[in-house]
């Protein structure tokens, strides 16, 4: 029934309601044409930063991108909403073809170099970091200078929702990687092996 209402209230709108209505229409358009077109740009801008673009590159909203040193995506390549990309002076980021990045991942080679494969899946919420804050006890965390360690992730790498992968891990071709699990250097992975848990640790292998 109140629905009902609601559509015979809108069908029999004073003059004054239609009027006001009218006149405020042009300017509901005019404001969601310039929210897209300004999505487009920032969009536009962004992508502008990295230093190689392969074709039919896909990505969603709210892309942040800071390149000092060098940022490479490949072909076919699917972004998704809110993600980041860091490149400092020296550092190196590199997208293989037709791989996908989902939302609210961040990928953070600082001055060191993140290197992802052709065909890699990543969860949403993942974050890659190749560089880490030092930890001596004779000098605040924040004063002490990065430790910048190469992340290597193969062809064929699937890592789920919520994980981390820190500085200096390696995950060979066909590696698949649980939920919010904690990937760091110690773990040495082997081809087509599934790893979870945090720390992650082996699970079992891949079979055909």
């Known amino acids: 029934m109140q629905e009902i209402k609601k559509i015979k209230k809108e069908f029999f709108l004073s003059k004054r309601e239609k009027l006001f209505y009218y006149l405020l229409l042009p300017l ?25 673009t392969g074709k039919n590159l896909i990505c969603g909203n709210n ?17 998704g909403n809110n993600i980041k990309l860091i490149a400092y002076a020296k550092g190196k980021i590199s997208i293989g073809n037709n791989s996908v990045i989902s939302d609210g991942c961040f990928i953070i080679a600082g001055s060191s170099h993140i290197e992802i494969g ?27 200078s990065n430790i910048n360690k190469k992340v290597t992730i193969g062809n064929d790498v699937w890592i789920g929702r919520g994980c981390a992968i820190a500085a200096g ?39 055909l």
Not at 29 to 45: A, E, G, R, S, Y
């Open 169 to 207: 891990s390696t995950l060979k071709f066909g590696v698949v990687i649980g939920a919010n699990s904690f990937v760091g250097p110690r773990l040495k992975t082997k081809e087509n092996s599934i790893y979870g848990g945090n720390p992650a640790h082996f699970l079992k292998a891949r079979f």
């Open 63 to 79: 892309l942040q991108i800071f390149n000092k040193g060098m940022i490479r995506i490949g072909d076919n390549v699917q972004m």
């Open 28 to 52: 509901i358009l005019v404001f969601k044409i310039n929210k897209k077109l300004n999505t487009f740009l920032q969009k536009i801008n962004e992508i502008k930063k990295v230093t190689k």
């Open 118 to 144: 052709n065909d890699c899946l990543i969860g949403e919420y993942t974050s890659i970091r190749a560089s880490n804050h030092g930890t001596s006890s004779e000098l605040k965390i924040r004063s002490q």
